[in-house]
């Protein structure tokens, strides 16, 4: 890689026992790059497999870790005291809208407090680039397909949404106020191997091997950007070389909420190939071996029918679509699940 990142100046990529997080600082650290790793391990899902994807990344030896809550502004000072970054990706948070609904301050402690004093740390330490994960949870009560970072996003529909709108909007702040570089990248439904346990595909797997029903919302009717693990990590690093510009055609009169006169920007990566529901069980049905026992239910308190990916505007600027077809994914997360938990 080339541009902004110096293998000589670490990188901080919050969340490195999360899934996400986990995949970019392997990436970053098989190239070469050294990766300072922040996570508080907590306990939202089983933690053995964030300690296991913490010990093949501590493999590298140019991987750091510290265990820290991000709301912890002394332990979160300090990191940015003892290190040079020069990029930092904020990646770890407080996820899962259902879970919101039930722990609603867990989502203000990480989220908003956590991300607080991420920009803190990035305005006090002249950081030249904050990535920032968002999601297409965003876009809530919003209906028009494929959503689109220029569409406006002020009707969120659980607290995680909210939150998630909120750093976009404390970060832009940032970049006004500061002339932090900020960008924010919202994900859509990200899948693939080392995986998030409470995830559907996750939790479809291990219910279809322990012969147990698989809990179907919405009866069915639901439409997912099913995006592929490896499209992810591309985008960001495409994003991490190239800092926030300030859009010279904004205007004040017809604000574009996807970009602003300071340097903040916002990209959606998603697959931009929405998929049935019910298509994406038969397929893991398929690559199993075995159907599906399914117990159809009403569509649950803050989630969507639908999510639908406008990417063009990640395709212009960096070159790259996510295209991993949801086969061929769905097939690597069974062959690394049955590898990880045993064929039996």
């Known amino acids: 890689m080339a541009g902004l990142l110096d293998p000589a100046v670490p990188v901080l990529v919050t969340g490195t026992a999360g899934f996400i997080g986990f995949h970019l600082a392997k990436r970053l650290l098989s190239e070469g790059y050294a990766v300072v790793g922040v996570d508080n391990v907590n306990a939202y899902y089983d933690v053995r497999i964030k300690w296991d994807r913490l010990k093949i990344l501590e493999s590298f030896s140019g991987f750091t870790f510290h265990r820290i809550d991000l709301e912890d502004r002394a332990a979160m000072e300090a990191v940015f005291d003892h290190y040079a970054f020069s990029v930092v990706v904020h990646l770890a948070a407080q996820a899962g809208v259902r879970y919101s609904l ?164 916002l990209y959606n990566i998603g697959n931009n190939q929405p998929v049935e529901l019910m298509a994406f069980i038969r397929v893991l049905e398929e690559c199993l071996g075995k159907e599906a026992r399914k117990e159809f239910l009403p569509l649950q308190p803050g989630d969507v029918p639908a999510t639908y990916a406008d990417i063009d505007d990640l395709s212009r600027d960096f070159g790259f679509r996510p295209a991993t077809p949801i086969r061929e994914g769905i097939q690597k997360f069974v062959a690394w699940y049955l590898d990880y938990y045993g064929r039996s």
Request: proline share 7%; with cysteine; glycine share 6%.
């Open 102 to 265: 039930q722990n609603p301050y867990a989502y203000v402690d990480s989220n908003l407090t956590g991300f607080m004093n991420i920009l803190e740390g990035c305005r006090r330490y002249g950081v030249q680039h904050l990535v920032f994960a968002s999601s297409s949870s965003v876009y809530g009560a919003n209906t028009r397909m494929p959503f689109s970072v220029h569409d406006n996003v002020d009707h969120p529909v659980s607290l995680y949404a909210a939150t998630k709108k909120a750093n976009e909007l404390m970060a832009h702040t940032y970049a006004h106020l500061y002339a932090v570089p900020c960008t924010g990248l919202r994900f859509f439904t990200v899948y693939g191997p080392w995986g998030r346990p409470d995830m559907a595909l996750f939790l479809f797997t291990r219910a279809i091997l322990n012969d147990e029903p698989i809990k179907v919302f919405n009866y069915g009717k639901m439409l997912r950007d099913f995006t592929y693990i490896d499209d992810i990590i591309e985008g960001v690093v495409r994003v991490m070389h190239r800092p926030a510009a300030p859009n010279a055609n904004w205007s004040g009169n017809a604000p574009d909420p996807g970009s602003s006169a300071a340097p903040y920007r």
